[in-house]
């Protein structure tokens, strides 16, 4: 009898360690923080159009949005950022009715540049408008027949390394060039992640907590197979959707012993899902981690007026009467965690952003783009690939080309 | 040793049928398609405003959400619909910006008539604008709190009946009179229910696709423990969350065993999601079942045009061009479908929607209900309660009036 799996499968928090600081020779996205942004800045400065219509999907999505959605809410730009992301014509067409066409830039973002939605989407854009170096800004490998196309047409192109891959793109001229466009302090978004990197790196707080946690996944991962996000504002549900990619797509995978690895990545936003799954997380089979992620100040002061007659007497909560949205809704958070922490056996941890900013949002999406590699090397895949996604390309293909 | 499980846990079809038939004696949502709605169309008809806020939260507002959001993209309304569900002061006023008060028609749901964020949200919305019998509507048990407010102000109220659980509401006043108000045809969704209803309870095509469903799923809960919903179209995006609340709330319980049932309701949309998790359901651990939902026709002919000249000849996907981009994301929903079938141990079916229209989403949902229904007798748990959150709201309630 021969058995060839590799025994030791859990490494020591230093060899890992090692391991991490190993691929920041090769994998792009660590170095992103100490990139020089003078260009970006630069350029989003001569585009003056009313609309960024952002033509991408996947990772060269994602991030961008993540990040503007949350901080769009409370903050004022000049500017509208749009994503076309989907071929679903009504979604298309429904998006493009608010939009003037002839006052929009077009930033098509597609690292291979042959995304076949985005591509699609790009030469039906063009049926519509002149698309041209005064409408036109395109993103993509140097290589690819799309930064062909940009330099063929004189529209400027920006050129994203080969090593950073889609989900990890967010902090690379993906995300950065459409951010800046719109008026988001794009420096201040890589303070925070150099914040997070240096004490990663120097193996500070952000390595202590990011390592125990992965440990802490992996080591119970026959036990606990759903990794819960419950975000506590509504300005994080785009954050909500890029965590599932980065998680679902880096640790989906067969690792070097043939054995496949998932944590089922899910999301929640509070108070809406107490309503809704929280049953599920409390009643169900004990198989999940939750992670809340709370905002403490929303820079919103709106209060629950206190009422001055008896019209509301027969109605409820009078005890919220005279708290701000940003007290109750912070409140619930902390109730919901409470009862969560009352039970056994729903390990659950609490992240606890300042406010809402460039620095914050940002530190947020490196340490879970480093709790993601840690988790990698522990399982012992590779978590910059996607080999799974090919074969349904290919039968795509194959039907459209028939 | 006594053991005192009961052992004929998994009952046989015909005993499943005849608990769902009892079923139907007292609770409520069995009974919606055949409402009379006049006197809803009637008051719906009075409704001048221009916009219409749905104030709920869960169950009160997913349902006509996701009937709403499914029929707008294809659809013209002279009025529009708005949702406010969530206490984060952001998302609210970012919500009433784009919204004329003054010319607003206020919904205010709740079955309780004590929802805690609704109820807040009123009595905000109260220092904003006088609420009176001309602008507000309100949708509650007769016995509430609420319903009374409105009986001393004069203000409309719609009579939610007990036995009509929040997330089975969607066929009740709770969803018909909003989407009555913008102009939703709801009779039609009767007749879609109507239709579903009748061939389950005469055990025709509904009833076995139902209870083979549901069969399936119980006895290999253990093995798959995720179901995944992969809807192919941005349309179908409320329905997505209208479903994971259905399921979780509802299947989330302990059992007659006193054993913790569940499982775990995750959404997709298609393509987008084509870029993210299918990587983890093709190379993961195989404890996914996945169900895609497409639409034949989606009342729209938008073409990828097909280049007349040779300036996009370095762009990739020539194959799509002349293609609808309603074929294109069937021909990607098709890839997908069998880039899966291709794989051993990933349970997968297609759920075919004929158009968008009322009858066909009704169908979708109905049925949906009634598969939640048949899981929940097979489970031998109580599909209508959802004790998990009580807790919650009771340390919230206690931290408030500290």
Known sequence: MQYKKNFHQIKSDNEIFERLNDEREKIGYYGLPYQDTTDIKDYARTITKKHIIVVGIGGSSLGARAIYEFLLPSNTYEKELLFLETVDPLEINHSLKSVELHNTQFVIISKSGNTIETISLFKYLSSLVEINSGNCTIISEA???????????????????????????????????????VGVDIDNLLNGCKRVSESFF?????????????RFLVEHKVRFKVNTIFSYSSSLESFN????????????????NGTRQAITPVTLLGPVDQ?????????????????????????????????????????????????????LINKQADATIQSIEDQEGI????????????????????????????IGQFLQINAYDQPGVEHGKIILKEMLEA
């Open 275 to 327: 309503h809704s799954f929280l049953q599920l997380i409390i009643d169900g089979i004990r198989d999940k981690i939750v992670t809340f992620i709370k905002i403490d100040d929303l820079k919103d002061d709106t209060i629950i007026p206190i009422s001055t007659s008896n019209k509301f007497d027969t109605l409820a909560a009078k005890y919220t009467e005279g708290l701000s949205f940003n007290e």
């Open 241 to 256: 959707k890029w965590y599932v990619q980065l998680w679902a797509e880096s640790l989906g995978k067969v690792n070097i």
């Open 347 to 374: 390990p659950c941890d609490v992240i606890t952003i300042t406010t809402v900013d460039e620095y914050n949002i940002a530190k947020l999406m490196f340490n879970y783009q480093l709790l993601v590699s840690t």
């Open 143 to 181: 290589k690819s027949g799309l930064t062909q196309f940009a330099n063929d047409n004189n529209i400027k192109a920006f050129d994203l390394a080969e090593n950073v891959g889609g989900r990890f793109s967010v902090f690379s001229v993906v995300g950065l060039v459409p951010l800046a466009m």
């Open 202 to 214: 120097e193996r500070g707080e952000y390595y202590q907590s990011t390592i125990k946690k992965a």
